[in-house]
């Protein structure tokens, strides 16, 4: 039998098509992809995978994340755990829905931080997704953000809040990124 010669440039196209093709969804699906972006904090990542899940947990599961409804939030976990148990992802269901009832059962004054002390940091407000998470992907290395889709627009602005003004102005003169001020929404 002779052996089979391959260049070095089939052979890397064949790994990379292995590693970051289509093969994922059809194997193993997007699991650890999800859970990649959720450890990371970079949730709104999964607007990305949206499009390309196949499995009903992982669908259900991305949408309770990107869900700005508690409640609902909520019920879809609830709906992975109980129609579309999926070992990859059972335990990210369970954890947000313990920490959803855990603030439930606080007292009401305990559930929510007051806005009117609360601020936040935004960095930029865009028509284009693309273009907010390419700067939601650079502020990241340095401060946890998140987009919020605002009347049409993508802003990026943190995903804590801080407890004074000065607080947050004292972290973003600490950024390399101009950013404003909110009083948090």
């Given at each position: 039998m002779t052996p089979l010669k391959i260049s070095a440039a089939a052979l890397l196209a064949l790994l990379t098509f292995a590693v970051a093709g289509a093969a994922p969804a059809e194997q193993a699906?997007?699991?650890a992809w999800i859970l990649q972006y959720v450890e990371q904090d970079k949730v709104?990542?999964?607007e990305n995978l949206?499009?390309?899940?196949?499995?009903?947990?992982?669908?259900?599961v991305i949408?309770?994340?990107?869900?700005?409804?508690g409640p609902r939030a909520a019920r879809l976990f609830e709906r992975q755990l109980k129609a579309y148990p999926d070992p990859a992802l059972d335990s990210l269901s369970k954890a947000r829905l313990s920490a959803y009832n855990a603030i439930l059962s606080a007292p009401p004054d305990a559930r929510r931080p007051s806005t009117?002390?609360?601020f936040i940091l935004q960095f930029g407000s865009f028509g284009s997704l693309k273009n907010a998470r390419e700067l939601a992907d650079r502020v990241a290395a340095h401060l946890p953000v998140t987009i919020v889709k605002r009347n049409g627009m993508h802003k990026v602005r943190s995903r804590g809040t801080f407890?004074?003004?000065?607080e947050a102005a004292g972290r973003a003169e600490k950024l390399p990124f101009n950013?404003?001020?909110?009083?948090?929404?």
């Open positions: 699906g997007y699991g709104y990542l999964l949206r499009t390309r899940v196949t499995k009903n947990s992982e669908k259900t949408d309770a994340l990107l869900a700005e409804d009117e002390f609360a407890g004074s003004r000065e950013s404003f001020i909110l009083q948090g929404d």
